[in-house]
């Protein structure tokens, strides 16, 4: 992505450029998917805990902080005007081309070419004040406190532009359009009333859509996650809906790929990979929070499995640079069983639902709760 990346800072959308048409150029600098210059280093840092991919990109990162930042407040014929007044305008990003959501369900947010075409300010924001937000916790980690402080400028207000935004009628939370609820509680944007009234409403969203998954490439990662703290039964049901949309509907279907659209060969207007990477994206969650697998730096995990929903039994394997660790988990006799293998030379922190949580060395541990 760095070495594509243009002299005013943009990160490129796709890198290497094979396939992309020419038309789609300009899309570089999308928020989602540019950001992924900030997003991908940080999560190594985190996962690993060795910060010379941070120090590395780092410069590069500064460049990408300024091209985001001059898309906020814009006028003129390429912007999108927004109704704010005060730091709210000014914090506003209304200017730049990128997708958006993108990908939704037809019947969620039918694809139109002003997706590719025009400014999509409650995405753009959103992830202008997320990536800031990161930012500013890198800087922090490389003493650069002067950078640190300017980012968290840039977080907080595109924050605050965000919760004026969302209380005009065009990007309301009061929609049944999940990734509008999702975006903003799986990065922290509200007010705390706006928060209570978007956690209400995501599961009435839900509900309403018989539990089938409405988001599109930039939520569907998260939305199991915002899911799962407020209702951990919903996200199973999200998880087990074999309708379409759903990732079950696909193999259903006879795919043993996974599909860019929803609507796989159904889709509309062409946007029909059916070998593609976002909606595969759940599998995080099912490592993570269904398994219970993650990793806390060199040599040391967290195993916090959570079982739910109509399954009988679930097992996962990460193969980190450390070593294998296993999870699994099976109902039987009105118990559930847990399996957690930890590799040689690590240790893991066990949390088991009703039980406190207690550390073991390297080995098999079995526990019937």
């Known amino acids: 992505m ?32 540019a950001d992924a210059g900030i997003l991908i280093p940080y ?27 001059r898309r906020r407040g814009k006028t003129g014929l390429f912007a999108k005007p927004l109704g704010l007044r005060g730091e709210a305008r000014r914090y506003a990003v209304n200017a730049g081309q990128s997708y958006g959501e993108w990908a939704e369900p037809a019947d969620v947010h039918p694809y139109r070419w002003t997706d590719m075409a025009a400014p999509h300010p409650e995405v753009s924001t959103a992830y202008t004040s997320y990536v800031m937000g990161i930012l500013g916790e890198i800087a922090d980690r490389l003493g650069e406190p002067e950078d640190a402080a300017l980012y968290r400028k840039y977080r907080d207000g595109c924050r605050k532009a965000y919760q004026s935004l969302v209380e005009r009628p065009e990007y309301t939370l009061d929609t049944d359009r999940q990734a509008s609820l999702v975006r903003p509680l799986y990065m922290d944007l509200l007010t705390e009333e706006q928060k209570a009234f978007a956690e209400k409403r995501l599961l ?12 599109g490439f930039l939520s569907t990662p ?6 799962g703290e407020l209702d951990l039964d919903a996200a199973y049901r999200m998880l087990e809906n074999e309708e379409m949309p759903g990732w079950l509907y696909m193999p259903k279907s006879g795919a043993d790929t996974v599909w860019e659209n929803w609507e796989g060969t159904s889709s509309e207007h062409g946007i029909a990979s059916l070998d593609h990477y976002s909606k595969g994206a759940v599998l995080e969650w099912v490592i993570s929070v269904m398994c219970g697998i993650r990793a806390d730096g060199e040599n040391r995990f967290t195993v916090a499995p959570c079982p739910g929903g109509r399954f009988t039994r679930a097992e996962a394997e990460y193969k980190s640079v450390y070593g294998t660790i296993k999870s699994g988990w099976e109902k039987t006799d009105g118990k559930t069983v847990y399996t957690i293998s930890v590799p040689p030379g690590c240790t893991a922190e066990i949390h088991l639902p009703g039980e406190e949580p207690f550390e073991v060395e390297a080995g098999v541990f079995l526990r019937s709760v």
């Open 2 to 33: 760095y070495d594509w990346q243009r002299r005013n800072g943009c990160l490129p959308q796709i890198a290497p450029a094979g396939g992309v048409d020419f038309y789609m150029n300009p899309m570089n600098g999308s928020v989602g998917w």
């Open 43 to 69: 999560r190594f840092w985190k996962r690993y805990g060795d910060e010379r991919i941070l120090k590395d990109f780092y410069p590069g990162m500064k460049k990408y902080a300024r091209f985001m930042m």
């Open 204 to 215: 009435k969203a839900v509900k309403n859509y018989s539990y089938r998954v409405g988001t």
């Open 222 to 227: 998260l939305i199991l996650y915002v899911l």
